[in-house]
């Protein structure tokens, strides 16, 4: 489906920065051997990434970024994810961080400033350590077992964070906890350097391997004041349209996978036929459906995001059918991997491929924000009232 996304660039501009996707995308697919093996992000990928100054795309244009809007987020997100899922889904959190903070203005301005300098310039990569342990997912409301406790004029921080994407590799972690003085959740921006700041390799999971979501472990961590930037209790509750490059990521990973089951169907050849196997009527009623299916997904997706782009002032309305993007999307990824799967059998199941690659890593759609179960309850709550 190369081809068939010439369609949603609509300009030079977006030509432009989709070859710079296009450039991270295939560099990221160079090493996914090695990164699905060992669990780690490559940093030959993220130098790539940051020579293109893919970090700071997001960013405004005043503050030294591209002020990518939202369905331009997708488009390049969608693009690295053939390449490599994880390494879009990695770098996505990233990204869409920086736009959540330059659209709603959740820190103040010296704060944010200070962050976006350091991208701008040095191409810094930033992300937030929300999940524990104990509490799992933050979407589901418990409260942070880390804890920052007041010493004079700092803080002292201890916890442990996991599925932290990146966790090597990135400059700053934005660090949840339940701050004692105050009696309520904050975030901290916490230098990857900080004495007691140390990540322990703990990610062996059975897909999205790449995106090396290590435990980021916080012992005795001295912060000042100013490394407070948000507290729940101030922070405004918006639709994230941003969060739709989670499903962006699995449409990505879909595509490959039919792109991959073609070639397959085109070039596979059993001495029980005359012809390959895309000849056969089950393989083309298979090949059809993939086909429906990513038509569907692609409008649902980026007819959404150019709603979010070109009608501000509907997005405070735009919750539900945010999540109702991300529920379908996901989940049509996964029938459309199951389907290339089908298409090339046994030898799907097989390392020489990567078939079975794709299977496992889009399943972890399913477990990224917002669930399934949440939005289903979502939307037949907005439907009952």
Same mark, same amino acid.
């Given at each position: 489906?190369?081809?068939?996304?010439?369609?949603?660039?609509?300009?030079?501009?977006?030509?432009?920065?989709?070859?710079? *996707?296009?450039?991270?995308?295939?560099?990221?697919?160079?090493?996914?051997? /090695?990164?699905?093996?060992?669990? $780690?992000?490559?940093?030959?990928?993220?130098?790539?990434?940051?020579?293109?100054?893919?970090?700071?795309?997001?960013?405004?244009?005043?503050?030294?970024?591209?002020?990518?809007?939202?369905?331009?987020?997708?488009?390049?997100?969608?693009?690295?994810?053939?390449?490599?899922?994880?390494?879009?889904?990695?770098?996505?959190?990233?990204?869409?961080?920086?736009?959540?903070?330059?659209?709603?203005?959740?820190?103040?301005?010296?704060?944010?400033?200070?962050?976006?300098?350091?991208?701008?310039?040095?191409?810094?990569?930033?992300?937030?350590?929300? !999940?524990?342990?104990?509490?799992?997912?933050?979407?589901?409301?418990?409260?942070?077992? !880390?804890?920052?406790?007041?010493?004079?004029?700092?803080?002292?921080?201890?916890?442990?964070? !996991?599925?932290?994407?990146?966790?090597?590799?990135?400059?700053?972690?934005?660090?949840?906890?339940?701050?004692?003085?105050?009696?309520? $959740?904050?975030?901290?921006?916490?230098?990857?350097?900080?004495?007691?700041?140390?990540?322990?390799?703990?990610?062996?999971?059975?897909?999205?391997?790449?995106?090396?979501?290590?435990?980021?472990?916080?012992?005795?961590?001295?912060?000042?004041?100013?490394?407070?930037?948000?507290?729940?209790?101030?922070?405004?509750?918006?639709?994230?349209?941003?969060?739709?490059?989670?499903?962006?990521?699995?449409?990505?990973? *879909?595509?490959?996978?039919?792109?991959?089951?073609?070639?397959?169907?085109?070039?596979?050849?059993?001495?029980?036929?005359?012809?390959?196997?895309?000849?056969?009527?089950?393989?083309?009623?298979?090949?059809?459906?993939?086909?429906?299916?990513?038509?569907?997904?692609?409008?649902?997706?980026?007819?959404?995001?150019?709603?979010?782009?070109?009608?501000?002032?509907?997005?405070?309305?735009? /919750?539900?059918?945010?999540?109702?993007?991300?529920?379908?999307?996901?989940? !049509?990824?996964?029938?459309?991997?199951?389907?290339?799967?089908?298409?090339?059998?046994?030898?799907?199941?097989?390392?020489?491929?990567?078939?079975?690659?794709?299977?496992?890593?889009?399943?972890?759609?399913?477990?990224?924000?917002?669930?399934?179960?949440?939005?289903?309850?979502?939307?037949?709550?907005?439907?009952?009232?």
């Amino acid at each position: 489906m190369g081809d068939a996304l010439q369609p949603w660039i609509k300009n030079d501009r977006q030509k432009r920065l989709f070859e710079k *996707a296009v450039r991270i995308s295939q560099e990221a697919r160079d090493h996914i051997k /090695e990164t699905d093996r060992d669990a $780690v992000f490559s940093y030959k990928t993220l130098k790539v990434i940051k020579q293109e100054k893919y970090p700071s795309l997001t960013l405004p244009a005043d503050a030294g970024g591209e002020d990518l809007s939202l369905y331009e987020f997708l488009l390049l997100q969608q693009k690295i994810a053939e390449g490599d899922g994880s390494v879009a889904l990695s770098i996505g959190w990233h990204l869409g961080v920086l736009m959540e903070l330059s659209e709603d203005n959740l820190w103040n301005d010296v704060q944010f400033e200070r962050l976006a300098k350091e991208v701008a310039e040095d191409q810094k990569v930033v992300n937030r350590a929300a !999940t524990e342990p104990a509490t799992g997912s933050p979407t589901r409301g418990g409260i942070p077992e !880390t804890k920052a406790v007041r010493n004079g004029g700092q803080y002292i921080l201890d916890g442990r964070k !996991t599925f932290t994407s990146m966790a090597e590799h990135l400059d700053y972690y934005i660090v949840s906890a339940f701050v004692e003085d105050l009696q309520e $959740v904050g975030w901290f921006l916490v230098d990857r350097h900080q004495p007691g700041v140390s990540v322990e390799k703990t990610w062996d999971t059975l897909g999205m391997r790449g995106t090396a979501s290590d435990d980021l472990v916080l012992n005795q961590v001295e912060l000042n004041e100013e490394d407070l930037v948000e507290v729940k209790s101030k922070r405004k509750s918006l639709p994230k349209g941003w969060l739709l490059h989670i499903p962006a990521c699995y449409l990505g990973i *879909a595509v490959a996978a039919r792109n991959d089951a073609i070639e397959f169907a085109k070039n596979f050849q059993p001495n029980s036929l005359d012809t390959p196997i895309s000849e056969v009527n089950h393989i083309q009623d298979k090949i059809g459906e993939m086909e429906w299916k990513l038509l569907q997904a692609h409008s649902f997706l980026y007819g959404t995001a150019r709603k979010w782009d070109e009608e501000p002032d509907q997005r405070h309305l735009m /919750e539900e059918e945010l999540a109702a993007v991300k529920l379908a999307v996901t989940n !049509t990824a996964s029938e459309v991997v199951d389907l290339a799967m089908r298409i090339a059998g046994g030898r799907g199941l097989s390392k020489a491929f990567l078939f079975e690659k794709y299977y496992r890593d889009v399943r972890a759609g399913l477990n990224n924000p917002p669930m399934d179960d949440a939005v289903v309850s979502m939307l037949a709550k907005k439907a009952l009232s």
